[in-house]
């Protein structure tokens, strides 16, 4: 890791032009370790823009330089970087820049930053790190290795992902060089109160309908001991909430007692499903089924996209689980 970090750092250097890309409906990991790298190349007098092919959550905008943040793919033709990250994406389809990269009128060098078990690799440049908490505990290690002190802007980016993806250090991602982290980024200014208002003060009374609508399906599948709820495009059009303020639910599920693992489909727009797993079992490996429907993501929290309609990708979920031979890992 160190050697990557050096060499990444090098090739930065000498960009001209940079594109800072997070994946689809970024979350706080995302988002955090693109502003911690915003404000990284801030502080170098770097040429950088930032794009992401979907909305950004509103609760998540507090992040410093989200704001910045381009959603008009027009961009990449009106400024064609020469040097690509992308930043907490397991692969370029969940970034959804493919076609913006093999429209460019020059190859880019492509850096991969992330830490999702499922990572594909596809950088020219890839810096994941596999057992660590977060994407923001893979970008604090790149600083570290190239002795970039980190300021106030910084910290409190970087404590943004951890503290999300280790849901607060209560899940199976908290570890202690997570734990160490977070001691030293709130020492080092990092602010805690700015992310728990992210964390906790998302909600709204629509949004909490949203949810008592996926909570009022909640059925169990007593062959694969899977709990699964879905939400559909008309409880998001019936109560005026985007998708992303969706994504708690799935977290939420985990602190049920039964099922070996937890499941929500949501119906997008062009009839796709969205589905997102989540398990607390240490037996359990919902990263691997993830991967055999098309999508990817870590041992015990995964996601995939599939084509509708509901019922369709419902039945290929269930009959990719049985001929994986169930959820659980065999020894």
């Known amino acids: 890791m160190y050697r990557t970090s050096r060499q990444i750092y090098h090739r930065l250097l000498k960009a001209e032009k940079i594109m800072l890309v997070p994946h689809r409906n970024p979350d706080a990991d995302a988002l955090g370790s693109l ?4 404000q990284f190349l801030r502080g170098l007098n770097k040429n950088f823009n930032a794009y992401c092919a979907t909305e950004i959550a509103e609760n998540l905008k507090v992040l410093p330089h989200t704001s910045q943040i381009i959603q008009n793919e027009k961009i990449w033709q009106t400024v064609p970087p020469d040097l690509i990250i992308v930043f907490d994406t397991g692969d370029l389809r ?13 190859k880019a060098c492509l850096i991969n930053i992330d830490h999702h078990a499922t990572n594909e690799f596809y950088g020219d440049y890839n810096l994941v790190a596999r057992d660590f908490s977060s994407t923001t505990e893979t970008l604090y290690n790149f600083f570290k290795h190239n002795n970039i002190k980190l300021d106030q802007i910084m910290a409190t980016s970087l404590l943004a992902g951890l503290i999300t993806d ?15 982290l977070g001691a030293e980024l709130i020492s080092g200014g990092g602010n805690l109160k700015l992310i728990k208002e992210l964390v906790f003060k998302n909600k709204t009374i629509a949004a909490l309908k949203l949810w008592g609508a996926a909570l009022s399906r909640i059925k169990k599948h007593q062959t694969l001991d899977l709990v699964y709820t879905y939400l559909t495009r008309e409880d998001f059009e019936e109560n005026n909430v985007p998708e992303e303020l969706s994504e708690g639910i799935s977290n939420f599920l985990n602190n049920l007692s039964e099922g070996q693992a937890s499941l929500i489909l949501k119906e997008m727009p062009d009839n796709k499903i969205k589905g997102s797993f989540r398990t607390t079992n240490d037996s359990t490996d919902v990263g691997s089924i993830a991967k055999a429907l098309g999508g990817g993501g870590h041992k015990k929290a995964a996601g995939f996209i599939l084509n509708g309609p509901l019922q369709r990708a419902e039945r290929e979920v269930f009959e990719t689980i049985q001929e994986k031979g169930q959820l659980t890992i065999n020894d």
């Not at 502003?35 to 915003?38: D, E, L």
């Not at 969940?94 to 020059?106: D, F, R, S, T, V």
């Open 94 to 106: 969940h970034a959804g820049i493919e076609a913006q990269i093999n429209a460019l009128p020059k």
């Open 166 to 180: 280790t849901d607060f250090f209560t899940n199976s991602a908290t570890s202690r060089t997570a734990l160490r």
């Open 35 to 38: 502003s911690a790298f915003s």
